[in-house]
Structure formats: structure tokens, C-alpha cells
């Protein structure tokens, strides 16, 4: 198992360090620089500028001062906000990305949890057909749909939120609301799908048969073989908090990394845009890893295949 | 020994006769693995209406544009920012089709709510229906009017029907929402099929030959479905000049490696089967054997795998368009005109509400087909 999980750390470094050299090169191929039209500068001024970036190297001393302060966490300079390094504007707004994603990811799954178990205990009934309606509904619908009708019913019509910006816990429940959607519908589909076919198995009948009562049988022994394969889905959900992130904060003005990366897009603040980019990739790599790794603590049959192949 | 009691007369032993045997008969008119398939996907009634809710669309999107006098980059500022009109519907006010804006306004008297009114709608006062709702006691905004803004017969344009409205440029949105849809699903359509040939050619070579080559195969693509797909996509539309082929580009990058997988595990399942080694022995060379016996053997997962590419192609293209690294106008697609919506939504909710519900429809169409070939392919399910 330590050996698995060594080797697998030994991919992850290697997948990350791949994108931070193709980020690099990738953004090296992009026109642009620190230096605008507006501010005028000297020869010797823009000289200065440069040198502060760095960019006067070639670039094949700049990469290995890139990966170099990668090492120690050091994202490089902001082109837009001048003597800004990236590091801090990433850390400062991580916060309210952090708070909305956590919280959608909770209430999203326990929901969707509640939805599908009500689906499956009910099969075909009415409460049945209509968590599926809302599961269908809340994959198909894109968020950022989504956002725009909860903003403009709930806040800028009946005025019981905010319409925008961060601040107090009010701030955060439509943006929560939001992002928690495809969460909610992917746990509630696949739950519904599991716990029907788990209901329906013999060891069930067995329990039944001896004598278990009607929650026993649906929370101990149901649920809990149900819940298993949802941490497989647990994947599509990072990608769908982090493609909502960027335009759910963008949509209700939250300061944090995804509102950052659309800004930094805008203009053109290659730093920024990288050190983003690694981010969520590092983000994204790490939530698959711990997946794999919790998937063979809940399912010992995994373990033992992925152990030693 | 007496064999006496023992003389039945010949005649009367015949031969039994044998009953047809009906055991090994079958009833029904055999099906093909397709035809049963097809006849469960047409027995659900939410997929068959998806699909032909798509077809309208589809033939709209082409249609559409057509339909009216305007083109999609008619700009006009004139007649920019005009509601949705259309002819006999806008005689019915709740449907939101009669070509006024209106919206309530606050003020500390009724006449102080009204005067904002007026100076929100221009002051074209004679075309400004006002309707009080609070009279307010002087107190801040508490008073509440409803204004309703006859903006056609003020522009003196009462022959004239936007009927989806103008965006602000002046745009027709009907023709814009109708060219964007063409826009998003020809994005859609092309990367799902890309990724379809890329994923099935690698995911068919690696499964099929096995061995060395799926070891070599496999590697590559783990090391690509290790990189997240968002932070790919992002990269390559910040490097290649925005537009379709750019999207399209940047979504078969990622989009072919699920394929692929589900391919070679399929592939890796069906080669052992009789039937392969059957068709070897008749000397079929590998390629033929590749397309002609395996291929159609694992078509319904390849169908529905593509099915489910779609609506995801659709919702990046979108979702890319709305970040703004998607089309550039004055090019539409459903993205950038959500994306004009959210920037008029306090005042024009019009502009967004028709591609929102329209993106909207076609996903949960898409999404639909898609669970109804799911369950028509899954042999499981047949009845």
C-alpha cells in the first residue's frame, strides 16, 4: 500500500510538473508584456521593467528560474498588479472560494444523498419521478444559468439576498445554491441507481427474512453498499465546483480564484493566468489521488488488484 | 415360456406418432440485438420527445435566421435595446411578447416614483402608462408605481416587430439566437466526432494488438487524462486565436481520451470471443477483424458515449463563450449571448431569458436521448 501510494505522489509530481512546463512554453508563444502603451516609458525605463520581470533572459533561463521558484511556491509577478507576486493574490482569495466549494460540496451531496434515497425507497412512485426530474434538470441545466435566475428571482426581485459581493454568511447562499446543483443531481442519480439495485439483492431478502427493521435495512445495510461507488463521482464534481467557480464569482462578483482567473484572461496577466492554472490543476490531481487512495480503504478488492499491478 | 396372454393383434400396434415438438420453437419473429434496441428507445416516450424537440431546433437553427428582414449583424442603435414583439401574441400582456418594457419605481410620493419613471424611460411621457401602487406617506421610497413604456409607438415603429427583441447593439435577437444554436451545436457535433474516431481508432489498436502496444498506448494517455481537461481547454483557447475551429481544437484534445478507454476495455472483453477467432481462422487480416466483427459488436457503447459528449461539448463551448475565450462577436453562439444577457439583466431580462431557456432545452434534450440509448443498449433492461 505504501508503495502504491509513493508512486502514485512520484505520477502526480511528474503530471504537475508537465503542466507547468507546457503553461510555460504555451505562455511564452502569447504576445503581451508587462509594459503598456499608456505609461510612456523610456529605453532605459522599460529595460528596468523587463529586468524586474525577468524578462530579459533567454528563455531557457527564465523556465529554469520559473521551475525554480515553483519549488519554493513562488508564482512569479503579477503583470497587472505591478510588484504583486501571484502567490499573494491566489492566497488572498482563496478564502471565499475555498468557503463556497466546501459548502456546496456538503450540502450538494447530503442533499443529493436524501433525493436519491427517496427516489430509490419510493421506485416509480411520485416522489420517484420527481427527484429524477430535478436530478436531469440539475445536470442539464449549465450553472451559470442557473445563477442568473437565482440572482435575479431571489435578489434583485424579492430582495431576500444580496445580489452581489462578499461579505456576510447571506453573501454566500446563492452562490452556494448554485454551485451545489450538479453536485446534488450527479449524488442524487447515482444514488438512486445504486440503492435500487442494492435493494433488490439477496442480502437484503436475508435481512428482511430475519427480521430487520424497515430504516435498518435502507440506512445499514442499504445505504451503506450504496454510498461506496459515489466517491467515483466525487471527480466530476471538483471539475464541475471548478468550472463553476469561474463563473459562479464571476456572475455575483466574489473576489475569489475563479473571479480572478476570468479578470486576469481580460488582460492578459500571463503570471497570474498560469499560477491559476497550476492551482486548479494541482487541486484537481490531488482530489483524484485521495479518490483512488479512499476508494481502496472503502473496497478492500481494490486494494488488493491496484496494490501490486 | 407361455406367451399366451400376451396377443394384442398387430393392427392394433401403431407407431407412435411423434408430436411436433414445439419446445425449440420460437414464438416471436426473432430480433436482432439493433432492432431491440430501437424498439426500447422508442417505447420511451421523454427520449423519443427530446429527439424530436431536437429536430425542430435543429431545422429552426437553419430556418430561422431566414425567417425575418434582419441579419445577424444588422446593427442599428436607433433600435437598440427594443423588447420582443410578435404579431397577435402581444395582445396577451403575461406572455411578455407585447413590446413594452416596464418595471416599478420607488420614490417618496407617487409623483416622485413617477418622475423616475419618466426620466428612466427617456421622458416620452405620453407613451408611459403609469400605475400607482403604494401612494407612500413622504417617507423615503415609499411610494411605488408601475410604469409601462410603449417603446414601438414611441419610436414611431408600431409596423415593426422584433420578436425576440434587440440587443444592445440594435441586433435582431431572434436571428442571433437562432445563428448561435447553429454555432454551438456545429461545435458540439464536429468535437463529438473527432473524439469518436480518435477515441475508437486508439482505444481499438491498444485493446486489439495488446501487449507492448497497449503498454506504450496506455502510458501516453494516462499521463493526458492526468491533466485536468479545464485547465487544457483554458490553455489552448488562450493560445489559438479565438473561434470555432479553436473550440472544436481545444475539446478533442481532452474529449477523446473517455472514448478511448471504454474502447480498449470493450475490445480487451470481445477479443477472445469465438466469433473473432472465428473470423481469424477464415484468414480476415486484423483490420478488417478491427471493423467488420468488434466495432459493431460494442457500437451501442460507443453511441452512448458520444451522446453524453455532446451536451458536455455544448456546455464548455458555452461556458468558454461566457469567460469570454469563446466566440468573439460579432459571431453569436448561445455562450455569448448569455453572456450579453447577464450584462443587461437588471433591465432587459429578455435578452438573457430566450438562449438561457434555449441552451436549457437542448441540454436536457441531449441528456435525455442520451439515458434513453442507455437503457435501450443495456440488454438488462430489455423486456
Known amino acids: ?168 454568511f447571506k453573501h454566500t447562499i446563492l452562490p452556494t445554491i448554485a454551485l451545489m446543483i450538479f453536485p446534488m443531481a450527479t449524488a442524487a442519480r447515482f444514488v438512486r441507481t445504486e440503492m435500487v439495485e442494492v435493494l433488490g439483492s439477496n442480502f437484503i431478502t436475508t435481512a428482511r427474512a430475519k427480521g430487520v427493521s424497515e430504516p435498518g435495512i435502507v440506512f445499514k445495510h442499504g445505504l451503506r453498499n450504496a454510498l461506496i461507488p459515489l466517491v467515483t463521482v466525487i471527480g466530476p464534481m471538483a ?67 491496484g496494490g501490486d499491478s | 415360456m407361455d406367451r399366451k396372454d400376451n396377443n394384442i393383434p398387430k393392427e392394433l400396434l401403431v407407431l407412435m406418432k411423434q408430436k411436433e415438438d414445439t419446445s425449440e420453437k420460437i414464438s416471436a419473429p426473432s430480433r436482432t440485438f439493433m432492432q431491440d434496441a430501437r424498439r426500447t428507445f422508442f417505447k420511451n416516450k421523454l427520449a423519443v420527445a427530446s429527439m424530436i424537440v431536437l429536430v425542430i431546433i435543429i431545422l429552426m437553427s437553419f430556418t430561422g435566421p431566414g425567417m425575418n428582414e434582419h441579419g445577424i449583424d444588422d446593427q442599428d442603435l436607433s433600435v437598440a435595446k427594443m423588447p420582443a414583439r410578435v404579431p397577435v401574441l402581444e395582445d396577451i400582456s403575461w406572455l411578455g411578447f407585447s413590446g413594452v418594457l416596464s418595471d416599478t419605481f420607488k420614490g417618496d410620493t407617487a409623483d416622485h416614483a413617477t418622475q423616475n419613471a419618466f426620466s428612466r424611460y427617456k421622458s416620452d411621457e405620453e407613451f408611459i402608462d403609469i400605475k400607482v401602487l403604494d401612494e407612500g406617506d413622504g417617507t423615503k421610497n415609499s411610494a411605488e408605481v408601475k410604469a409601462t413604456y410603449h417603446i414601438y409607438e414611441a419610436k414611431d415603429m408600431e409596423d415593426t416587430y422584433f420578436w425576440l427583441g434587440t440587443d444592445t447593439l440594435g441586433r435582431d435577437q431572434w436571428t442571433r439566437l437562432w445563428e448561435g444554436t447553429t454555432v454551438s451545436l456545429l461545435i458540439a457535433f464536429v468535437a463529438a466526432i473527432i473524439s469518436l474516431l480518435i477515441g475508437v481508432a486508439y482505444g481499438g489498436i491498444a485493446g486489439y494488438y495488446g501487449g507492448k502496444v497497449d503498454d506504450v498506448l496506455m502510458r501516453i494517455l494516462e499521463v493526458l487524462v492526468g491533466i485536468p481537461n479545464l485547465v487544457i481547454i483554458l490553455l489552448m483557447m488562450l493560445v489559438l486565436d479565438p473561434g470555432i475551429t479553436s473550440i472544436v481544437v481545444a475539446l478533442t484534445i481532452t474529449g477523446w481520451t473517455g472514448m478511448a478507454r471504454i474502447v480498449r476495455g470493450e475490445i480487451m472483453k470481445q477479443k477472445n470471443q469465438e466469433y473473432v477467432l472465428a473470423a481469424r481462422t477464415l484468414g480476415q487480416t486484423n483490420r478488417n477483424v478491427i471493423m467488420r466483427h468488434l466495432l459493431p459488436n460494442i457500437s451501442g457503447i460507443i453511441i452512448i458515449n458520444t451522446m453524453f459528449n455532446i451536451p458536455d461539448a455544448i456546455f ?68
Open chain 2, 316 to 383: 464548455f463551448e458555452a461556458f468558454l463563450s461566457f469567460i469570454g475565450l469563446g466566440i468573439t462577436p460579432p459571431e453569436a453562439s448561445l455562450g455569448t449571448l448569455i453572456n450579453t444577457g447577464f450584462d443587461n439583466i437588471m433591465l432587459y431580462q429578455y435578452m438573457l431569458v430566450f438562449p438561457a431557456i434555449l441552451i436549457s432545452v437542448i441540454m436536457i434534450a441531449f441528456n435525455l436521448i442520451g439515458d434513453g440509448l442507455r437503457d435501450a443498449f443495456d440488454p438488462k433492461m430489455h423486456k
Open chain 1, 239 to 305: 471539475v464541475s465546483l471548478m468550472t463553476g467557480s469561474m463563473v459562479i464569482e464571476q456572475i455575483f462578483a466574489i473576489p475569489g480564484i475563479g473571479e480572478q482567473f476570468v479578470n486576469s484572461v481580460m488582460v492578459n496577466d500571463y503570471p497570474t493566468i498560469m499560477g491559476t492554472t497550476l492551482l486548479f490543476a494541482a487541486l484537481f490531481i490531488t482530489i483524484i489521488l485521495i479518490i483512488d487512495l479512499l476508494y481502496g480503504l472503502i473496497d478492500p478488492r481494490i486494494r488488493i488488484s
Open chain 1, 1 to 168: 500500500m505504501v508503495r502504491y501510494i509513493l508512486r502514485r505522489v512520484m505520477y502526480m509530481l511528474v503530471t504537475l510538473f508537465i503542466i507547468a512546463t507546457l503553461s510555460f512554453f504555451l505562455m511564452k508563444m502569447l504576445p503581451g508584456s508587462p509594459l503598456n502603451a499608456e505609461d510612456k516609458l523610456s529605453e532605459q525605463q522599460q529595460a528596468i521593467v523587463l529586468e524586474k520581470y525577468g524578462l530579459n533572459d533567454p528563455v531557457p533561463v527564465q523556465y529554469v528560474k520559473y521551475i525554480g521558484g515553483l519549488l519554493q511556491g513562488d508564482l512569479g509577478i503579477s503583470f497587472a498588479f505591478s510588484n504583486t507576486p501571484v502567490t499573494d493574490i491566489l492566497m488572498d482569495r482563496i478564502g471565499p472560494s475555498a468557503q463556497l466549494g466546501a459548502q456546496a460540496l456538503v450540502v450538494g451531496t447530503i442533499l443529493g444523498v436524501l433525493l436519491g434515497l427517496i427516489a430509490a425507497i419510493s421506485h416509480n412512485g411520485f416522489l420517484d419521478y420527481t427527484s429524477t426530474v430535478i436530478a436531469v434538470l440539475g445536470t442539464s441545466i449549465p450553472n451559470f444559468v442557473f445563477a442568473g435566475l437565482l440572482q435575479f428571482v431571489f435578489a434583485a426581485q424579492l430582495e431576500w439576498f444580496p445580489v452581489a459581493l462578499w461579505g456576510d
